[in-house]
Each structure stands twice: as C-alpha cells, then as structure tokens.
C-alpha cells in the first residue's frame, strides 16, 4: 500500500516548525533582556532569576537561560560560583576600562559610518534629538537612555562593521545599569549631550569635528558623572 506524501513529510516539517518557534521565542527573550540592561531595569549586584524572567515573559525556562548565558559570555551579566546570575557591580578599575574602549573605539566608528549616512538619516537622527530634550526635561531617565542608545546606534550601524559594532554594543550592555543608578541620583535635567554637534558634523562630512562631539558626549555623559558617583561611594 503506497504510503501518502503528507505522512512523509509530516515529521521533518513538524520539527522545522519548533525549531523555528524555539528561535523565534529565543529572539524575542534577547531583545527583552538587552533592552533591560539598556534601559536600566536590571540593577547592578540584583540577581536575574530564569523563572521570575520567564514568568514576565510568558515563555519557558529555557530560552531564558540560553540567552543569559550568552549575555554572561559578553560580560553583561555575571555568573557566580552559586549559580546566581546578576548585573556585575561597577568598580571604579572595571568603570575606567569600559570608558577608555567606548573613548577609543565609538569615536572611530562614526567616523567610518559618516559617509554612508544620508540626509534622511540626518533627519531621523534630529528627531531622535528633539526628543531626547524633552525627555532630560520632564526627568524620565529610563527614556533618556532608550533614545540615547538609538541615536548613537542609528549612526554606528551606518558603518556596516561586523568587528567594532559588536564590541560597542557589549560596552553599553556593561555600563548602561550602572549608569541609570546614576541618572537616578543626579537626574538628567542637568545633562549636555553633544548630540547637536555630531549632527552638524556629519552634515558637513567633518569627520574631526564628529570625532570630537562623540567624544565630548562619552566624557561628559558617563565619564564625569559616573566618576563622581563612583568615588562617592569609596570608603573615605
């Protein structure tokens, strides 16, 4: 008895589908847990349950644990000897580190993005700007540093690296709790970010004054601030 094609094909098809499902719930768990870390939701030293987190998520312990293990591989997060997984604490020695690569590395790569950004992207990234003034205003720090994020991000994948952009982007995973710790305390209403500065650069293709905006914004948005925090903490 000759046996029907939909039988045949039934179980390979079935597994694609999970398998698809499976990527796409994991997809879905990263962007989660990056735009946490991003935004400031994860508090350095706090642990990060699997089943408090999948819990929030409406999925599985699973895929949870899969991409908290590769936030762990990029040093966002921190497994301990226990198993307890959390936000690294900011030490002033680890603080220093991530300044000194974002100074070295997110200055050269918007240089490299600047000729590929065009006049509607300068114009996506005034929108950006526009509100993250309203946003420093009215004080909401988990906004701020959403917005921030897109706008430095929008010009950096402009350069199209498959080298530098991944180590950017686990820079930020590192510092961002730390430094919403520190927008909770002094606030935004007083930060001066450069973001002005870079848009005309870009405009006029001058890649050392859009070298200097991105640098200035670095120093003057995490590196003064988070140092005074940081030192304010120390034992005296």
Known sequence: MPVRRSALNAGPEKTQTTASARSATRDQVDIAV???????????????????????????????????????????????????IQVPDMTPERFDEVLMARLLLEPELSVRAMPRLSSDDIAELRSIDDDIDVRLNSGDAEAYMRLNHAFHFHIYRASGSRVLLPLIDSLWLQFAPFMRTVYGRVGTVNLIDQHKAAIHAIEMQDAAALKEAITADIADGMGLLGREILQGEEPS
């Open 34 to 84: 990056r735009s946490g870390l991003l935004t400031g939701r994860f508090i350095p030293g706090k642990a990060v349950t699997l089943r408090g987190l999948a819990a929030e998520l409406g999925v599985s312990p699973m895929p949870v644990r899969e991409v908290l293990q590769r936030l762990a591989a990029e040093n966002a997060l921190e497994v301990k000897p226990n198993g307890r």
